[in-house]
């Protein structure tokens, strides 16, 4: 009842589901009726599984039969076998069931002892003498070490002569390398031995215990100056190397600089410069891109010297300047580019960029006196008003007789017209024309 | 042997040339495809031998032209085509190796019509395009300097202090009896441009002394503004006196 509450199904498709019953031949192929078919299909169709299963309340009354044990504790004598003299002892003794427990005592195995080597009368003088040691020392020495299984902390200390930690170590572990290595058939055979393999090093030894023993009694104010020395090297070494950064970038722009000459040449110099310095000059003006080539046209020489004058102006002064050498009826490229005309053209190139930075410093300060001259009300004079007047003309060269000649020629050219009317028919002028045959 | 394989530093043999063009008008001969006869060329500034340094020439013409590269490798290195079209023309310089492994490229533009209407087009009167350089050879070695010191093609420097050559050996008595190679008797020597550096230098003289004086100008005036806000001060300013050159 509470199932079919569960699933939702109605009482009445339940009893006629039964009535179908009756019928198998149709029973598998029909749905009955009222019921949908998503819940046909979770019933199964046949009938009504359990929901739990079932457990036979008889399991449920079992106990589990345990075995009882017995335990208890005994006072019991045990020997063992790591001494020599049958020392016979008692302990107490986990007893289970009255089983008494066999076997030597569970400690015993952990009684190691060291492999002492002994050596005879023979190989002591054969393979075994040292000037720093007697042979009663030596035997001394081995019979301690087998006697306190190479505790050399021990061993020092009941050693009858002064003798330190290092000392006996090396005595002993030398010696016993010796003789492995002469009781061998062969090198080989021992090689891999840890006596033989790792040598003793007593003046490492020495050091590092001294080493160890300076650290360890450090003070704490040691400490904190040790870590604040330590500090401050590693800042020196941070802004060492921040400074070489900074003088790898400053370096291209130094190179740079030193190709453009000084400002303001002195007028003295102007009339022949390539007497005074020729060479110091032309290697000042060389370009470094052309310091690498073995050959080189002067025009590229001059293109590449004019490009590093003005690098440090901007576009619309060095078109000042172009317009002004035009003015000057000078030529923007020399037709005659000889070293001397180069240095020549460079050194006037660099003069207009001096006028031109003066006229703007004069325009600034007249900018500067205006001002003052408005706040303090003082009269101006008449020096002011000439300088306004030169500063608003621009700068118009003078025309000379040979540069008037000039100046004509160039009118002349600009009027002239592409070709003569009566010439006879050709094809027109190009610069890429397409030629079908050249030699013809 | 090695030592004159050491370069000279601070020394540079420099070599003026000229290259360019000349063209006559066929006149009467002259057809649709065939109305220009032009020689193309590299030569002296002063028409000497450059065989000295220049151990070939390569001319590149139009792609239409038959052959478009063509290689002189004895002086006078020129070339002389006919053709109606104007075009761009690559010169290829191959030096000799103890000059330099490098090779030069220079560009001239062929011009054949004339650019002024300065009447009929004759031929007798060529059109004339020419160029004015300098081949510079930075630090050249020992042995290639005492080949050309003495050369007329050549400008050699007077050598720097400290630099001190060998007297030439025998063998390196280059004799110049030879005129086969400069171009001082050639055909159209008549044609050639003279080149005058006296004239470039006195208009780039003339143009610098004019900026020096306005310069001059506007320093006194800066001076004399400077001075302005101080009344005592600005009378006290001794006048600034003109430097002539």
Not at chain 1, 397 to 416: L, M
Not at chain 2, 74 to 94: D, H, K, N
Not at chain 2, 155 to 169: A, D, E, K, S
């Amino acid at each position: 009842m509470d199932a079919k509450d569960i699933l939702g199904l109605p009482k009445t498709p339940f009893s006629s589901s039964q009535e179908k019953k009756s019928r198998p031949p149709k029973e598998p192929q029909r749905k009955p009726d009222g019921v949908s078919r998503e819940v046909y299909a979770l019933t199964g169709g046949v009938g009504m599984p359990p929901l739990m299963p079932t457990i036979e309340a008889s399991h449920l009354k079992r106990r589990p039969a345990a075995e009882k044990e017995k335990v208890a504790w005994q006072w019991l004598p045990f020997t063992s076998s790591a001494r020599t003299d049958n020392l016979q002892l008692y302990h107490w003794v986990r007893v289970v069931n009255g089983i008494q427990p066999t076997g030597d005592y569970q400690f015993a195995k952990y009684n190691k002892r060291a492999d002492v080597l002994k050596y005879t009368d023979e190989e002591y003088e054969k393979y075994l003498v040292d000037p720093a040691w007697s042979k009663e020392e030596t035997d001394q020495l081995f019979e301690l070490c087998e006697r306190f299984d190479l505790r050399f902390i021990v061993i020092a200390d009941r050693f009858p002569t002064a003798r330190s930690v290092e000392d006996l170590k090396s005595r002993y572990y030398s010696a016993s390398r010796a003789l492995l290595i002469h009781r061998a058939r062969s090198f080989e055979d021992v090689s891999g031995n840890p006596l033989v393999k790792d040598a003793y090093d007593a003046a490492h030894e020495t050091e590092r215990k001294r080493a160890l023993s300076a650290l360890l009694s450090q003070t704490k104010q040691q400490e904190r100056k040790d870590a604040e020395t330590l500090a401050e090297a590693k800042r020196i070494m941070e802004s060492r190397a921040a400074s070489k950064n900074v003088d790898v970038a400053v370096m291209p722009p130094n190179s740079d600089n030193a190709m453009v000459p000084v400002d303001g040449v002195s007028p003295s110099s102007s009339t022949h410069p390539s007497l005074a310095h020729p060479n110091t000059s032309a290697n000042i003006l060389i370009p470094n891109s052309l310091r690498t080539l073995r050959v080189y046209l002067r025009t590229h020489a001059l293109d590449q010297m004019v490009q590093a004058v003005g690098a440090s102006a901007g576009l619309r002064v060095i078109k000042r300047v172009d317009q002004t050498l035009q003015e000057l009826a000078v030529n923007l490229k020399p037709k005659v580019p000889t070293k001397a005309v180069c240095i020549e053209h460079i050194e006037l190139r660099n003069e207009l960029l001096t006028l031109l930075n003066l006229q703007k410093q004069l325009q600034n300060k007249e900018a500067e006196v205006s001002a003052n001259r408005e706040s303090s009300f003082t009269e101006a004079p008449s020096t002011p008003k000439r300088s306004n007047r030169d500063i608003d003309r621009p700068f118009i060269p003078d025309t000379s007789g040979f540069t008037g000649e000039r100046a004509g020629k160039r009118d002349h050219k600009r009027k002239s017209t592409g070709r003569f009317i009566d010439a006879p028919p050709s094809p027109p002028q190009s610069k890429r024309p397409r030629k079908l045959k050249g030699s013809d | 042997m090695s030592t004159q394989n050491k370069r000279l530093k601070d020394v540079e043999v420099s070599f003026p040339i000229v290259y360019g063009t000349i063209s006559f008008w066929l006149g009467k001969k002259a057809s649709e495809y065939n109305s220009h006869k032009w020689t193309v060329y590299v030569r002296s500034a002063n028409n000497e031998d450059l065989s000295v340094i220049v151990k070939r020439a390569v001319f590149q013409l139009h792609p239409s032209f038959q052959n478009p590269t063509r290689v002189v490798e004895q002086p006078p290195f020129e070339l002389s085509e006919s053709g109606w079209g104007e075009f761009e023309i690559a010169i290829t310089l191959y030096f000799h190796s103890d000059v330099c492994d490098k090779r030069l490229d220079l560009f001239h533009q062929l011009k054949l019509y004339p650019e002024e209407e300065a009447g009929p087009q004759s031929t007798k009167k060529p059109v004339v395009v020419e160029t004015y350089d300098e081949i510079v050879f930075p630090e050249p070695t020992e042995a290639f300097f005492l080949r050309v010191q003495n050369h007329p093609a050549a400008n050699v420097p007077r050598l720097p202090p400290g630099i001190t050559l060998p007297p030439p050996g025998p063998m390196e008595i280059v004799p110049y009896e030879k005129k086969r190679g400069d171009t001082k008797d050639h055909p159209l020597s008549q044609w050639f441009s003279n080149f005058s550096e006296a004239d470039e230098l006195l208009k780039l003289a003339a143009a610098r002394q004019q900026v020096q004086v306005h310069i001059a100008k506007l320093r006194r005036q800066l001076t004399m503004i400077e001075g302005m806000p101080q009344q005592s001060k600005a009378f006290s300013v001794p006048g600034q006196q003109f430097r002539h050159i």
